[in-house]
């Protein structure tokens, strides 16, 4: 259909004009019909869309800042010193899992991820242990 047979069926609909490919579109459209290029939104759906992105409803349902306490950056922090200890041995058990799967293959490759997983387990055993003995104290 040509662009004139277009205008004249949507008389009195605001034709939208494809920044791409300068065709007329009905204005609802996001998307061009002839090149499939992204069309301007109206300026009341901009407004709504500007809106929404200003006033989250997250802000506006959550308490103040003050009346919630801060959140701990790492779970290694917010845990039991315990829960920490078992989590480690969790990973040291996965990491001589691994070192044990391992040795069937050949190419190596498990035995290196055991070796990475081993480091950060012996780690989260050890802060797990300072934190137990630094509650104590």
Known sequence: MSDQGWDTRNTGTTAVVCGVCGTSNVAGDRFCAECGGPLPAPVAERATTIQAIATPESAVSSPAIG???????????????????????????????????????????????????????????????VRAIVGRG
Request: hydrophobic residues 65%; glycine residues 8%.
């Open 67 to 129: 009346d919630r306490p801060p959140e701990p950056a790492l779970w290694l922090f917010a845990a039991t010193p315990t829960a920490v200890i078992v989590g480690g041995l969790l990973l040291l058990l996965l990491a001589a899992a691994l070192l044990v799967i391992g040795q069937i293959d050949h190419t190596g490759t498990i035995v290196i991820i055991s070796f990475f997983i081993a480091p950060p387990a012996l780690l989260t055993i050890a802060i797990g242990i």
